[in-house]
C-alpha cells in the first residue's frame, strides 16, 4: 500500500508527452553524451544531476549517447518519451515518437519520429561514431610529427566510413526533409573542417584539415547549427570536449545538425557548467530551432 501510494504521489508530478494541440513553431533540441549513464559521480548524484541539467537546458528533445542502463531513470524524471536504440543510443522527447528507424549498427545510429502535433511531424537521430583513432593524443603530443595527410588517413579508417554508410541509408529520408525534417545529432568523436582553418593554425600545430566526417554532412545538405549561428571558430570555439578536464584536448566534436527547408536554427549555446559538478565529461549543445509551415 506505501509503494502503491508513492508511485501514485509520483505520478501526479510527472507530465506525460503529448501532442501539442497547435503547431509546434520552435523546438529546443539537445545533443547530449552523459558518460557512463549519467553515473560517474554516484548512482543517485550523477542521475540527479543529468535530469537537473536536462530541465535546467529547456529541452523539448534530447538525442543521447552512452545512456547506459539510465535512459528509463531519467525520462521518468522528465516526463519524457523514451527510445532505446542500444545500450548507447537513446532519443527522449516531450511529445509523442510515434515510429522508430533502426538504421545502420545499433550503437552507431537510430531514431525516432516525433508528433509534435496533430498535421506535424519531424525525425530525430542520435548518433555515436567511432572514438578511435584519438587525434586529440596525436595533437597533445608536441614530440611527435602530425600533419594533414596523416590525420585524414586515419579518420577515414573508421568514422569517415561509418558516417558515407550512415548517409547512404539515410538518403531517402533525406529525400523527404521538405515534407517531415530531419535532425542528426550526437557525439561525433570528430572535429569539424568549419573550425580547423587557416584562423584557427595556431590551435591546432599549424594544420588546416579537411575533416571528413563534417565535409560528408554538409555535402549531404546538412545545416551544423552551431556553427552556422557562431561563424566564428576563433572568437567562439565552441568545445565540447572536454569539460571535466583541464588537460585535455579541446576541441568541438558534438553537433546538431538540420536537414530541410522549414528548419532554422535561431539559438545555439554549449552547457559545460553546474553546481557542485558537471555531470559528463562532453558538454551539451542546445539548440533552438525554428519551423516554418
Known sequence: ADIEHRWRQRQVSVSAPRVATARVSRLRVMAWNIWHGGRRDGDGAGLTATIDAIRTAGADVVAMQETYGSGAHIAAGLGFSYYLRSSNLSVMSRYPIV??????????????????????????????????????????????????????????????????????????????????????????????????????????????????????????????????????????????????????????????????????????TVHDEQAPRWPSDHAAVVVDVEIAP
Open 99 to 268: 515510429a522508430t528507424h533502426d538504421l545502420y549498427e545499433p550503437f552507431r545510429f537510430g531514431g525516432v519520429t516525433l508528433q509534435l502535433s496533430p498535421d506535424q511531424r519531424l525525425k530525430l537521430f542520435s548518433l555515436w561514431i567511432h572514438y578511435l583513432p584519438d587525434y586529440g593524443g596525436r595533437m597533445k603530443d608536441v614530440d611527435t610529427e602530425v600533419t594533414e595527410a596523416l590525420l585524414l588517413a586515419e579518420e577515414m579508417e573508421k568514422r569517415g566510413r561509418e558516417i558515407d554508410q550512415i548517409l547512404a541509408l539515410l538518403q531517402p529520408t533525406l529525400a523527404q526533409s521538405d515534407k517531415v525534417p530531419v535532425i542528426v545529432a550526437g557525439d561525433f568523436n570528430s572535429p569539424s573542417h568549419l573550425d580547423w582553418g587557416e584562423d584557427t593554425r595556431p590551435r591546432h600545430r599549424d594544420l588546416v584539415v579537411d575533416w571528413p566526417v563534417s565535409r560528408s554532412m554538409e555535402r549531404a545538405g546538412f545545416v551544423d547549427a552551431f556553427r552556422h549561428l557562431h561563424p566564428d571558430p576563433v572568437s567562439v570555439p565552441g568545445f565540447t570536449w572536454s569539460p571535466r578536464s583541464e588537460t585535455s584536448w579541446k576541441d568541438r566534436i558534438d553537433y546538431v545538425y538540420l536537414h530541410g527547408s522549414s528548419l532554422r536554427p535561431v539559438s545555439a
